[in-house]
């Protein structure tokens, strides 16, 4: 938990580590790897979780006392070491402490993000799902291809929420979001992204560039968070990282540098609260 690098939020907080794979967008899991790093065994069903503190539980509470003293309000990813959402009763506690700490720091915006929006109508809080989330909680799904929005969108199209929003992020593939993006209580916001690291899978340019202009066409925020370590032109044929482009001359490390990008894909919008 602390002030993050990551450009969609001002913190992150983990009420624990650990967690399952559940899609090809799991592969090259940073938060697992981090883990194993440390000497961790924390993935998996079988595998244990990392719980936390009094001291780390009181770091929100800190965040809230300093947004309320400014004239802004401070967003929290929750949870990047984790998933809020994992159906699991060792983690029954901890979640329950979470919706507390919530309820509890109004100025803080909370962005929940989860692979597993199938599970939100039984894990929230009952008042949450039947009355609407509170007005400092904003949803988001991840999708990182056709097959995982057409499977995961379902599941938060009912939810009442301030914000819902997807995380088209590893983007493994185009996705049309379709009437998801003009529907009453559909999307209002779209995060994308391409995969960083050594084994980064191709993050395709017009992929991005397609998600912009369906988002404006819509009038729903939009915000490329980095083209990752392979982006592709997808006019070559490179099979490595494309360099033969002019569109990607300059673009170093995880590509979240949004100088080194075409001007079109320049842009990193946030919803409206």
Known sequence: MSETTIAWCDYSFNPWWGCVRVSPGCEHCYAEAFSHRLGLDLWGPTAGRRFFDERHWSQP???????????????????????????????????????????????LTWQLLTK???????????????????????????????????????????????VKGVSYEPALGPIDFGPALRAPRGIDWVIAGGESGSSAR????????????????????????????????????????????????????KGDNPAEWPADLRVREFPCE
């Open 61 to 107: 509470l800190k965040w809230a006392k300093r947004a309320a003293k400014g004239d802004q309000r401070h967003r929290v990813f929750c949870a990047s070491m984790a998933d809020v959402f994992e159906a699991s009763p060792i983690l029954a506690e901890q979640r329950l402490r979470l919706w507390d700490l919530i309820a509890a720091t109004p100025e």
């Open 202 to 253: 191709p993050f395709y340019l017009d992929w991005a560039r397609e998600t912009r202009v369906a988002c404006q066409g819509a009038g729903v925020a939009y915000f490329l968070k980095q083209v990752g370590s392979h982006p592709h032109c997808g006019t070559c044929l490179c099979r490595e990282v494309c360099w033969c482009s002019d569109q990607l001359r300059g673009v170093r490390g």
């Open 116 to 162: 597993r929006p199938e599970n939100i109508r039984a894990l929230a809080p009952r008042e949450w799902v039947r009355g609407g989330f509170p007005a400092n909680v904003w949803l988001l799904t991840t999708a990182e291809d056709q097959t995982r929005f057409d499977a995961r969108w379902p599941f938060m199209a009912g939810l009442d929420a301030v």
